[in-house]
């Protein structure tokens, strides 16, 4: 069996050319989706993904307001700044971008943003309103995961699904969604993690395999059912002098080889990544919509 690969950049097409036509219409109402933008420190990727983040906001009408900080930011400027971003009326949604510095309280800052403005679902009032299915703003990954998965018109009700990794911001969060009594759930999920015994024997009874770990190769063939769907949530830099930047991008998955096993795969770059951008766009723009009474 050859896979069919799954493309993230296409879907993520498609469901942006959506919310450009949302925002113009938005827009004859005088209404501007707005997202403040907040970068602290040089880390290469992070600087990548809040780039790749304006332009796509730049590309379907929101207006983005770039906040890039030092690495030395104290975690009491940072806050005033999101208070600031908290309290202005064009803003309608806010995106710190993580990893901060060590010297800065994550878990504080998250907590500091205003829940009508999480629009990255990482404010503990919208994980607990995820968790008990009450509408909350849902993560970026793991809600283009899902959507992948059903525009790829994979089932998901009744399906076996295995996640490999159990990060706060793509495992857990992705193992709620899928068991939730709804159209984006009602299947029966595992989550393994480093302490997990065997993980081959699960992710070999899946149906569907997520791999979130940040690891290359850590799902190889031996691992996957035939016949399933596999999907890869990793982005890793590995070294390579063939390319101009010296490296190219892999995800978790061994993805020639699986590719001859599964029924469909995502792959890396073009997969996951690019849906988690545009998940970002589409709270952005229900936010908006919030904020000015539409819904
Ligand atoms: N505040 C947040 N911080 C982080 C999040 C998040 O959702 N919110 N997620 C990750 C990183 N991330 C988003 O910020 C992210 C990762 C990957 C991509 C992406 O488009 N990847 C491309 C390749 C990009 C490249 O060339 O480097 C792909 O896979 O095709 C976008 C966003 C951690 N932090």
Redesign the pocket.
């Known amino acids: 069996m050859t896979a069919k690969v799954i493309s993230?950049?296409e879907i993520a097409h498609q469901i942006r050319e959506e919310l450009k036509a949302e925002v113009a219409q938005l827009s004859k109402k005088g209404i501007v989706p707005g997202l403040g933008v907040v970068l602290v420190g040089e880390d290469p990727?992070?600087i990548?993904?809040?780039t790749?983040?304006e332009r796509a906001c730049e590309d379907i009408g929101i207006f983005s307001d770039d906040n890039r900080l030092p690495a030395d930011t104290s975690e009491e400027e940072l806050l005033a700044l999101v208070d600031k971003m908290n309290k202005d009326t064009k803003i309608n949604g806010i995106?710190?971008?993580?990893?901060l510095p060590d010297h800065i309280d994550e878990a504080r800052v998250l907590l500091a943003i205003d829940p009508a403005k999480d629009v990255?679902g990482?404010h503990p009032m919208n994980v607990g309103k995820m968790v008990v299915g009450e509408k909350a703003f849902l993560?970026?990954?793991p809600h283009g995961v899902i959507q992948m998965i059903k525009r790829a018109g994979v089932e998901l009700s009744g399906a076996e699904v295995v996640i490999v990794g159990r990060s706060n911001?793509v495992g857990k969060p992705l193992a709620n969604l899928l068991i939730q009594k709804s159209d984006k759930g009602n299947a029966t999920v595992t989550v393994c993690h480093t302490r997990t015994k065997d993980i081959a024997a699960h992710t070999r009874n899946a149906d569907i395999v997520i791999a979130a770990v940040g690891r290359p190769n850590t799902i190889t063939a031996d691992m996957v059912k035939e016949g399933a769907c596999v999907i890869d949530v990793g982005?890793n830099?590995v070294a390579d002098a063939t390319k101009k930047k010296g490296f190219r991008?892999v995800g978790d998955v061994d993805f020639e080889a699986v590719s001859e096993k599964a029924a469909c795969i995502t792959?890396?770059?073009?997969?996951?990544?690019?849906m988690?951008?545009t998940m970002?766009l589409y709270n952005t723009v229900e936010s908006a919509k919030m904020a000015n009474g539409i819904i």
Request: charged share 10%; aromatic share 6%; hydrophobic share 40%.
């Open positions: 993230g950049k990727a992070s990548s993904y809040v790749a983040k995106l710190v971008q993580l990893p990255d990482f993560p970026c990954t911001i982005v830099r991008l792959p890396v770059p073009g997969g996951v990544g690019p988690t951008i970002l």
